[in-house]
């Protein structure tokens, strides 16, 4: 079972900030959080990861909470083209357990 | 990232045939995996391919439905054996690659309809 919860769906106005939550409670030690987002009709899109800090890369910012027990995924200037279902997963990167699972996400509807 | 090239992209099966799915990447990868998305729903891992031994499976998926072949780094095969309307699914194609922290990256699918 996917060890996050997203709410179902979220509204944005193009070109403003996309703030998308993500609660992973039971998150351990050594279990990064990891975001993909999959527009329609496309295999899932690496956005990006972290462990702790706060990481920010050309398409977005995450943000994880001191006690890693939540994280949000910020778009900061949303377009139409990031309408899509975005996951928030939590995986090991280490050792064998490379396995990425994935639970309902959130579809984000950018409107204009 | 790598190119992850999928072929088909796009089919239509009949019902009781099988259908193999080719997946091959530019890079040198660690792991390659296949997972299925049914219509409405969100993605499945089917399998780990282990190149030059047997893929490992998850729950309730066999390899005597989805035979999974990997004779090298960069190349897979995902066979959906006597179909029916059931397999209609997007099927994809997943690698970790060598020196790239174990994110895991995705094909763009294959689109099978079993009529």
């Known amino acids: 079972d996917a060890k996050t919860t997203q709410p179902p769906s979220m509204d944005c106005a193009e070109g403003r900030a996309a703030n998308l939550p993500c609660n992973h409670s039971?998150?351990?030690?050594?279990?990064?959080v990891y975001w993909y987002r999959q527009i329609h009709s496309q295999g899932p899109q690496y956005i990006i990861h972290?462990?702790?800090n706060n990481e920010t890369n050309e398409m977005a910012s995450l943000i994880i909470t001191e006690d890693r027990k939540s994280s949000t995924l910020i778009l900061p200037h949303a377009t139409l083209r990031d309408t899509a279902v975005y996951y928030c997963?939590?995986?090991?990167?280490?050792?064998?357990?490379?396995?990425?699972?994935f639970g309902k996400g959130t579809l984000l509807t950018v409107n204009p | 990232s790598a190119v992850i090239s999928q072929k088909p992209s796009r089919d239509i099966c009949q019902r009781g045939t099988s259908l193999t799915i080719q997946c091959q990447v530019d890079?040198?990868?660690?792991?390659m995996f296949w997972y299925r998305q049914q219509p409405g729903q969100s993605l499945t891992l089917i399998a780990t391919?282990?190149?030059?031994?047997?893929?490992?499976?998850e729950s309730g998926f066999v390899i005597d439905k989805f035979p999974i072949s990997r004779p090298n780094l960069t190349f897979s095969t995902l066979t959906v054996s006597n179909m029916s309307p059931e397999d209609s699914s997007i099927y994809l194609c997943?690698?970790?690659?060598?020196?790239?922290?174990?994110?895991?990256?995705f094909g763009e699918g294959s689109w099978l309809t079993v009529v």
């Open positions: 997943s690698v970790s690659l060598q020196g790239d922290g174990n994110t895991i990256y």
């Open positions: 039971t998150i351990s030690g050594n279990e990064y």
């Open positions: 972290g462990l702790k």
């Open positions: 997963i939590v995986r090991n990167s280490g050792g064998s357990n490379y396995k990425l699972t």
């Open positions: 890079s040198q990868v660690t792991m």
């Open positions: 391919a282990n190149q030059g031994s047997e893929a490992t499976y």
